[in-house]
């Protein structure tokens, strides 16, 4: 019973995020409206963006991933910020593994294992 509970309040969820993707049907446009709500330091709506991305792509990315996890940092979400941080790990190619963003990434991953770490 309960599962049929959080999978009712999952569709539901889901549902609310619909109209988000009347505006930005292809990904690119929805990525870049989560770009802009991070920028204008709407975590949340960044967040709902992003997971109506990854529905419109069927799937996840580094890119999405690491704004992502950015947005979880901003709201001190150090949890489900080290997940994304790890999935950003795992998708990004061996390639991008140089340069300025991915830099700021592992400074990032250090302020996610301090804070864990404190929690502990």
């Known amino acids: 019973m309960k599962m049929i509970k959080n999978s ?7 549902f609310s995020f619909l109209p988000l993707v009347s505006s930005a049907q292809n990904p690119k446009e929805i990525y870049d409206l ?3 709500a991070f ?3 709407e975590n949340n709506m960044c967040l709902n963006y992003l997971l109506n991305c990854q529905f419109a792509l069927g799937g996840s ?3 999405i991933e690491s ?3 950015q947005a979880l940092v901003m709201k ?4 489900n910020a080290a997940i994304s941080y790890n999935n950003y790990e795992q998708l990004l ?4 593994k140089n340069g300025e963003a991915y ?3 592992l400074d990032l991953k250090k302020q996610i294992w301090t804070e864990l770490a404190e929690v502990d």
């Open 39 to 41: 920028e204008d330091g």
């Open 34 to 36: 989560a770009r802009k």
């Open 76 to 79: 001190n979400d150090w949890v």
């Open 67 to 69: 704004l992502k996890c």
């Open 8 to 14: 009712v309040i999952l569709i539901s969820i889901l």
């Open 61 to 63: 990315n580094a890119k």
């Open 93 to 96: 190619p061996s390639s991008a």
């Open 103 to 105: 830099l700021y990434m």
